[in-house]
Antibody, heavy 121, light 106 residues
Framework: EVQLVESGGGLVQPGGSLRLSCAASGFTFSDSAMHWVRQASGKGLEWVGRIKSKADNYGTEYAAPMKGRFTISRDDSKNTAYLQMNSLETEDTAVYYC????????????WGQGTMVTVSS | SYELTQPLSVSVALGQTARITCGGNNIGRKNVHWYQQKPGQAPVLIIFRNNNRPSGIPERFSGSNSGNTATLTISRAQAGDEADYHCQVWDKSPAVFGGGTKLTVL
């Protein structure tokens, strides 16, 4: 089955850290660029960042609010992408989705179910 | 940075045609993608590159893009089409999303 499964969400205090995982199956993960998108409750979608494939030197890019605090990585041997989040702020509270960039559509053609991150004291 | 504007809500009578707009500066020069998100679920890609449907998406969903406005059209609206709809473009590398439109089927 083709799917993405996120894990690692939870409650963390402001200033804390959390690492999210995204386990992929059913497609050639190593060939795919992976993106993270978040959604605060009742709000729209917000792009977090992405990591390209090995063929593109695992290039990463981040949205401005996340630069310097968030790091995206991947382990192709485990078919897993990661989102390391440091210096978390209450404004980072959201559902975090792992998504795949479909090469043909050039769009985010596969999404995980999401994992909830709550930043609160 | 590039911005996309969507109406907060759109209503459509059952069986009629709904149109959801996505505004942006010269958006007609970009490829627009549309996602459907039902309550409590992850988004699903329904239109890519302006007017293409992924496998499994009904023909009732179509898209267009010209000038400063892209439009998602849902023909013969069904109760199951009630959802939030998000447009998206690539602003070089970062993805940019519209604020989302809630579609209500009356």
């Amino acid at each position: 089955e083709v799917q993405l499964v996120e894990s690692g969400g939870g409650l963390v205090q402001p200033g804390g850290s959390l690492r999210l995982s995204c386990a992929a199956s059913g497609f050639t993960f190593s060939d795919s660029a992976m993106h993270w998108v978040r959604q605060a409750s009742g709000k729209g979608l917000e792009w977090v960042g992405r990591i390209k494939s090995k063929a593109d030197n695992y290039g990463t890019e981040y949205a401005a609010p996340m630069k310097g605090r968030f790091t995206i990585s991947r382990d192709d041997s485990k078919n897993t992408a990661y989102l390391q989040m440091n210096s978390l702020e209450t404004e980072d509270t959201a559902v975090y989705y792992c998504t795949r960039l479909g090469g043909g559509p050039d769009a985010l053609d596969m999404w995980g179910q999401g994992t909830m991150v709550t930043v609160s004291s | 940075s590039y911005e996309l504007t969507q109406p907060l809500s759109v209503s459509v009578a059952l069986g009629q045609t709904a149109r959801i707009t996505c505004g942006g500066n010269n958006i007609g020069r970009k490829n627009v993608h549309w996602y459907q998100q039902k309550p409590g679920q992850a988004p699903v890609l329904i239109i890519f590159r302006n007017n293409n449907r992924p496998s499994g998406i009904p023909e009732r969903f179509s898209g267009s893009n010209s000038g400063n406005t892209a439009t998602l059209t849902i023909s013969r609206a069904q109760a199951g089409d009630e959802a939030d709809y998000h447009c998206q473009v690539w602003d070089k590398s970062p993805a940019v999303f519209g604020g989302g439109t809630k579609l209500t089927v009356l």
